[in-house]
């Protein structure tokens, strides 16, 4: 598949792997099929049920009766390929998908029940609904699957549950979370927006620890508390050797100077 698309770019002269085109800068790849994570939410029942009934829907566009439904159809059409065709790649543009997935599905459900209609009592019909109906499962299987193995890890380790998509993470917050000083009784994060927190407060399982967001660069900037002194600080930016803090010094601890996301500074 991958395959296949680069071949169409290379048609169209589209530089496909070209910053400029994409949102994050990154070169383009294609998930596996059977991917049910919560940031690449495709739907791909909806996506061939969408194919086909677009080629329907052109094959029987005069002689459809229903003016709303039609309008409704190519409408949705039109509007999902738009989108389609000016968003910026991004490998979890799925997340953007949604609305425009839940849209097609009474256009959808329009073409399907011209197209049974049509073809009245024909056999013929029997065979794309059970290919619909096997796609169904099969996703449907994948789903179960995919949650169930997600619970399992969870249940045997909390902590490690919440890295079940990210498990290049875990080793370094539960390295981080367990080098704190067991005397610690303030924590500072300084974290990015993508970086897991909660774990860090569900690891420590102290409820006379105190956790606050500190050097804040964004608007909730106004609501830090600047009479919090933490006693340590995690943070997910740079790994520098040491950190200033209200005119303290942190120094990294030298346990995690290897580390590439997560590190523990200490008075």
Aim: charged share 20%; with cysteine.
């Amino acid at each position: 598949m991958e395959a296949i698309v680069y071949r169409m770019a290379g048609i169209l002269n589209v530089v496909i792997d070209d910053p400029c085109i994409s949102e994050d800068g990154r070169v383009f790849f294609l998930h596996e099929a059977r991917t049910y994570g919560h940031d690449t939410a495709v739907n791909d029942v909806i996506a061939w049920c969408f194919i086909l009934c677009l080629i329907w829907g052109v094959y029987r566009f005069r002689k459809q009766k229903n003016e709303a439904g039609k309008f409704y159809a190519v409408a949705a059409a039109v509007l999902f390929i738009l989108f389609c065709c000016i968003v910026r790649w991004e490998p979890f543009v799925s997340r953007y998908m949604i609305s425009y997935l839940a849209i097609l599905c009474p256009a959808i459900a329009y073409e399907a029940e011209d197209f049974r209609n049509y073809m009245g009592n024909r056999k013929i019909a029997v065979w794309p609904e059970t290919v619909i109906l096997f796609m169904c499962c099969v996703d449907l299987s994948g789903l179960v699957d995919f949650h169930w193995q997600n619970s399992q890890v969870g249940s045997v380790d909390r902590f490690r549950g919440y890295f079940y998509h990210q498990g290049h993470l875990y080793d370094e917050y539960k390295e981080v979370c367990d080098m704190l000083p067991e005397e610690t009784k303030k924590i500072g994060l300084i974290l990015g927006s993508d970086t897991y927190e909660y774990p860090v407060w569900q690891r420590l399982e102290a409820s006379d620890i105190c956790i606050n967001h500190i050097m804040v660069v964004n608007e909730s900037s106004q609501f830090e508390d600047e009479d919090f002194i933490p006693d340590c600080i995690i943070s997910s930016y740079g790994g520098e050797e040491m950190l200033e803090y209200h005119d303290k010094k942190y120094y990294l601890q030298g346990g995690c100077t290897d580390n590439e996301y997560l590190w523990l500074y200490c008075q």
